[in-house]
Nanobody, 126 residues
Framework: QVQLVESGGGLVQAGGSLRLSCAVS??????????MAWFRRAPGQERELVAG????????DIADSVKGRFTISRDNAKNTVSLQMNSLKPEDTAVYYC?????????????????WGQGTQVTVSS
């Protein structure tokens, strides 16, 4: 089983930074077995992949819209995955979700995700 608890959302001005964290509890497998990702859903839009990271942490997949501004990382010793968001824009406003994949990788196909966090709101003011 996998349990996810997100933290770190909030209100920030454009150009500012936020760091989202996801604490992961696992049983039956080690945390490094799971690919992890951050998705977001903006009002009136479909959920989209923001960034994914492989179980080992050696491979990442970053959405073009946030490339160069957002960084995903994981600490397999602490069972956490983080999303560092810099140079935030109003269009980054969304609910952000942490997700665990049943693969060693994390991609855009939502069918591979077996657990989702409750979501954390990020609001960027202009």
């Amino acid at each position: 089983q996998v349990q996810l608890v997100e933290s770190g959302g909030g209100l920030v001005q454009a150009g500012g930074s936020l760091r989202l964290s996801c604490a992961v509890s696992v049983s039956g497998r080690t945390f490094s077995w799971f690919g992890m990702a951050w998705f977001r859903r903006a009002p009136g839009q479909e959920r989209e992949l923001v960034a994914g990271i492989s179980g080992s942490g050696s491979s990442t997949d970053i959405a073009d819209s946030v490339k160069g501004r957002f960084t995903i990382s994981r600490d397999n010793a602490k069972n956490t995955v983080s999303l560092q968001m810099n140079s935030l824009k109003p269009e980054d406003t969304a609910v952000y979700y942490c997700a665990a994949s049943n693969r060693a990788y994390a991609g855009r196909d939502e069918s591979i995700y077996i657990k989702w966090g409750q979501g954390t709101q990020v609001t960027v003011s202009s």
